[in-house]
């Protein structure tokens, strides 16, 4: 039997899973809502039963498969324990791979959602081009992920690649992790939407104004500027350039060759690159900032899958 593994992406309202083989997703993807009200270990039993029900695809397929990977939200050291997980607090502190693998009996790796993002874009998308790069995940906040020389850089504790909170604002805009200025304060998926209600709200006048405060999207930010809305154009610009202060900053610490921009609001990604291209080149030596290409992921949803299964041990490392 040809040997795959399984690839996790858990987040905080979707559950997705696929069996995955060297060349990538093998057959359907499965997806299940994150349900964790009724506590961890009901959870665990859930989640368990569905790769149960892969396993049992795998098999049909004469698959058999070798290890799980997951990738989740939140700190997570180097033997799948997550530390805390702002989204997902009921994960907080608990052995989440070992308990899946004792319930599996299977090898099971649990990473960081950014750091399995930015394996699968280096594995199989935009970051196969590049020797060391970083990826930015711009969802509900900025997730990063550091490949160094091939290898998926998690520092001493797991904790590296945390770029969404680098400093951009002094004094600014408060962020969920107790710090204030954070870059997912202005450059998240989320924050393109607050932002742009923000400027509504101070008067300035946009095609955005007809949809409803809660309602408003990074998706639908990207669209208005294509219509040419100045209010939308103006809040891209506004989180491009910080991008691409971080990026500066980056470029002259480590003199990456790439930069892979990922996550929801990669949909804007033309729209913000001037911006990016113009603060890097401020903000960075002319030879690290000439040297760092900034391109958008490859893969959309199907990077943490990827890089999770890959993670899971099953690849070697290129
Ligand atoms: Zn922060």
Not at 76 to 88: E, K, R, Y
Request: charged share 20%.
């Amino acid at each position: 039997m040809t040997p795959v593994a399984i690839g996790i992406d858990l987040g905080g309202t979707n559950c997705r899973a696929a069996l995955v083989g060297r060349q990538g997703r093998i057959g359907a993807m499965s997806r299940r809502p994150t349900r964790m009200a009724a506590g961890y270990s009901a959870w665990l039993e859930e989640l368990a039963e569905g790769i149960e029900a892969l396993l049992r695809q795998g098999r049909a397929l004469g698959l058999m498969v070798a290890a799980v990977g997951m990738g989740a939200p939140g700190l997570i050291t180097a033997d799948g324990t997550v530390v805390t997980s702002p989204n997902l607090p009921a994960l907080d502190g608990r052995p989440l791979a070992v308990d899946l693998a004792e319930r599996l009996q299977l090898p099971v790796v649990v990473a960081n959602d950014a750091n399995a993002i930015a394996w699968g874009e280096a594995l199989f998308g935009a970051g196969r081009d590049f020797t060391s790069f970083l990826t930015m995940t711009l969802g509900t906040g900025v997730g990063g992920g550091l490949v160094l020389g091939r290898r998926l850089w998690l520092g001493a504790d797991g904790a590296a690649g945390e770029v969404g909170h680098w400093t951009v604002v002094p004094d600014g805009r408060p962020c969920g992790c107790g710090n204030r200025g954070c870059l997912e304060q202005y450059a998240s998926a989320r924050a393109l939407a607050v932002l742009a209600r923000e400027r509504m709200d101070a008067g300035e006048p946009s095609a955005l104004a007809q949809i409803a405060a809660a309602e408003l999207t990074s998706r639908q930010v990207g669209d208005a500027a294509r219509q040419g809305d100045a209010l939308a154009l103006a809040v891209l610009e506004e989180a491009g350039g910080y991008l691409g202060q971080v990026l500066g900053g980056i470029a002259n610490l480590l003199n990456l060759d790439g930069a892979v921009i990922a996550g929801g609001a990669v949909d804007s990604f033309d729209l913000m690159h001037p911006a990016i291209l113009r603060e890097l080149r401020r903000h960075a030596f002319a030879v690290p900032g000439r040297r760092l290409a900034v391109v958008p992921g490859r893969l959309g949803d199907e990077a943490g899958i990827l890089g999770a299964a890959a993670l899971a041990g099953f690849f070697e490392q290129l």
